[in-house]
């Protein structure tokens, strides 16, 4: 059966548009839904995350990715980031806010399962999932790829030290040769929401069914946070992948037409956890 896509823009608090695109079989029956945040410096339509998405609406599910609203990715050029103020003015209460939005939208879908809701986060999305799936009980089930177990993940000393008194971080995007600006507003902020923004405080209070699944080789996320999580989360169970690292093996741009056997395998586990939870019969 035809993948139907449509992609749609949405607000956030501030009336900035993002892009949101949604996958699904077309269903005589509402669809359980599944919400993909990226990580950080990622977007939706990195490497094979269609693919990812595709193949778990195969499966059956109405499968919902986003742009963060200030990730610095426009409404037009969909793999490029052409709005480095906008990247620079990003924080993670922001980013809960437009997942809330999301969250929102995709409820009211009248092809939607609105009583099952399955938030999906890849690294820093996997540490948003969470906090959000704690403080929102429209969510139902909850999934991480190579997730982060705490949102404190600032530079420190001298680094810190001139931050503080430029009041711009910068760092090296190496695929698309940029400096990515922060400016320190994204500390400030996670200082004054620390308590929210607390990973391991939300994991321990989640009661739904959650599956970590992380790369034994992860370069940039150690695997202890996939372990931490997997100890304070009641309801979960941890998967961990041999010879694949922080993105399942998928890399951007991603040419080919099937998904890396890695994050096939992840995508393969997270839509059999779904399954077992009798969300598609």
């Known amino acids: 059966m035809e993948i139907l896509k449509e992609t749609h823009q949405l607000s956030n608090k501030k009336g900035r548009k993002f892009l949101a695109t949604q996958f699904y079989k ?6 359980p839904i599944v919400i993909f945040a990226h990580g950080y410096k990622g977007f939706k339509d990195w490497g094979a995350w269609n693919l990812m998405a595709e193949k778990f609406a195969k499966a059956g599910y109405l499968f919902v990715s986003f742009n963060f609203s ?7 050029n ?3 980031f052409t709005d480095i103020e906008a990247f620079s003015e990003n924080n993670y ?3 809960l806010d437009d997942l809330e939005i999301v969250i929102d939208y995709v409820s009211k879908l009248q092809t939607a399962d609105s009583s099952k809701i399955t938030l999906l986060g890849h690294s820093r999305g996997g540490g948003i999932c969470i906090l959000k799936a704690a403080e929102d009980d429209r969510i139902t089930s909850l999934i991480t790829f190579a997730s982060v177990d705490s949102m404190n993940r600032f530079v420190t000393g001298k680094k810190l030290e001139d931050w503080r008194n430029s009041g711009i971080y910068e760092t090296y995007n190496s695929r698309t040769k940029q400096q990515m600006p922060h400016k320190i507003q994204f500390l400030d902020n996670y200082l004054e929401f620390k308590e929210r923004l607390n990973v ?6 989640l009661k739904i069914p959650t599956l970590i699944i992380h790369g034994k080789n992860d370069e940039s996320v150690e ?3 996939a372990e931490n999580l997997r100890k304070w989360i009641t309801h979960s169970d941890l998967i961990l992948i041999e010879n694949t690292g922080h993105t399942f093996n998928s890399k951007e741009p ?3 037409f099937k998904l890396p056997v890695p994050m096939n395998l992840a995508v393969k586990s997270a839509i059999e956890f779904l399954n ?3 969300y598609v019969l």
Do not use: R
């Open 70 to 76: 200030m990730n610095g990715i426009g409404l037009e």
């Open 26 to 31: 077309k269903s005589s029956k509402a669809i």
């Open 254 to 256: 991603w040419t080919d």
């Open 200 to 205: 391991q405080k939300a994991a321990k209070s």
């Open 93 to 95: 209460i922001q980013e």
């Open 78 to 80: 969909t793999s490029e």
């Open 223 to 225: 695997v202890s946070n």
């Open 276 to 278: 077992k939870l009798h």
